[in-house]
């Protein structure tokens, strides 16, 4: 498929050819895309003077066309005045919008709204309802605001300690702060209650520095059964952290937390048991369950067992999630045919999105295939991999007369 305008203007923008840019754009006529980026080229104001008022204009009309950023920006337009009398009634139905159109972003936002009374009578119940959804989905900054919401309005400790260990896991600094100082308060449920001493032992053991403290508390809740102590337990038992290292037992441990249905045990097992058919069958436990780690461990298994067909749709679904081994793995087997025909366009869409992920060591692997692509073939997997402008340039050195001295 050849270029489209709405292709060439976002070209044109990644250059900083804003005047080309707006010009391509708007050949595209009722594109939801063009339309949205039209309008953040508007209210930037790059290559012009900064317009909200012309933005929010583009913005609507890329939203009734189904773009779910367009109505999260008009939200956020309404939110904080900008181009528009300011009124969270207004942006509430915006970044509702949004959430129905699926954008993910909005439904943290619309959370936040009910949370704070903005634009809606305060509802905890459908702040907490929106900022499930909007963890579940991958918004990690949801995760704080479930931690903050059980910690400080519904008071659940044990509830609040789980939320700020999954917000700092996703990388939030202020969950950090959140556990130290939740657990101090988590000391006296702990004595009663078995989730609070897990909670306690998992926060001792990772973020206040003392190991062997959360040691003596998960190995309390892990002989009661709690999955999730065990499994925190085998971990700390595999690498001698706190305790003597114990592979005999940290193996028990993963294996009666992941027979209890903890996924995350199942992947450790899976681990553990190398080439095995239980790697196998654990593997396949936590991948089922949506644990992408456990994506492209379980597709070189299935490869080792021929069995490629299905091992192509593992390393896919890797790729898919982020995973830029998994992208790796399904570039490589896309240009050379396992698991299926042979398909350089799904091959450079691979390599291409590593870049995504902060990898270039797809690059040199793009570099050799793409001399078998046509122009159109390397735009189609620029187009898929969110990563025009590098397949653009690939096809501006073929076309290049000294490409071929290169």
């Given amino acids: 498929m050849a270029l489209q305008p709405y292709d060439r203007g976002a070209l044109a923008a990644q250059r900083g050819a804003f005047e080309e ?7 595209a006529g009722p594109d939801d895309r063009a339309l949205l980026l039209l309008g953040q080229l508007a209210s930037s104001g790059h290559g012009e003077p900064a317009d909200p008022v012309r933005a929010r204009g583009l913005y609507e009309r890329a939203a009734e066309l189904g773009s779910a950023e367009a109505a999260h920006n008009l939200g956020v337009l309404y939110a904080t005045g900008r181009g528009v009398p300011q009124d969270q009634a207004a942006a509430l139905r915006w970044y509702r919008r949004s959430a129905e159109l699926g954008g993910v972003p909005a439904l943290r936002m619309v959370g936040l709204m009910y949370g704070t009374g903005q634009g809606v009578p305060m509802d905890q119940g459908e702040a907490e ?9 991958g918004e990690a900054q949801a995760l704080h605001d479930l931690g903050t919401l059980f ?6 400790l044990p509830e609040a300690a789980f939320w700020y260990l999954e917000a700092a896991k996703a990388g939030i600094e202020n969950a950090k702060r959140e556990l130290a100082l939740l ?3 988590l000391r006296m449920p702990a004595s009663v209650d078995r989730r609070a001493r897990t909670m306690l032992g998992v926060i001792r053991a990772f973020h206040l520095g003392d190991p062997a403290g959360g040691v003596k508390l998960l190995t309390v809740s892990a002989d009661d059964g709690d999955p999730v102590a065990q499994r925190t337990l085998a971990y700390l038992v595999q690498h001698g952290i706190g305790t003597t290292q114990d592979a005999t037992r940290a193996t028990a441990l993963y294996q009666a937390a992941a027979e209890a249905g903890d996924v995350f045990a199942a992947f450790n097992l899976g681990v553990l048991s190398g080439g095995s058919d239980e790697a196998v069958r654990w593997l396949r436990q936590a991948a089922e369950a949506g644990i992408t780690e456990a994506y492209p461990r379980l597709g070189d298994r299935l490869s080792e067992r021929d069995l490629d067909e299905e091992a192509l749709q593992w390393y896919l ?3 898919e999630a982020g995973d830029k081994g998994s992208m790796f793995a399904a570039a490589c087997w896309y240009r050379d045919g ?6 350089l366009v799904q091959a450079l869409r691979w390599y291409l999105a590593m870049l995504n992920a902060g990898s270039g060591d ?3 692997e793009a570099h050799a295939i793409v001399p078998r692509m046509t122009a ?9 991999s969110g990563r025009l402008l590098e397949a653009d340039l690939f096809v501006q050195r073929q076309a290049s007369p000294s490409a071929a001295s290169d």
Wanted: hydrophobic share 40%.
């Fill in 129 to 137: 309802r929106h900022w499930r959804m909007a963890a579940a989905a």
């Fill in 151 to 156: 910690a400080y309005h519904k008071v659940d």
């Fill in 183 to 185: 657990a101090p308060k």
């Fill in 21 to 27: 840019a707006r010009e391509q754009l708007e050949l």
């Fill in 376 to 384: 159109d073939e390397i735009h189609e997997a620029g187009r898929l």
């Fill in 338 to 343: 396992f698991g299926g025909p042979v398909d």
């Fill in 317 to 319: 679904r890797g790729a």
């Fill in 362 to 364: 797809g690059i040199h």
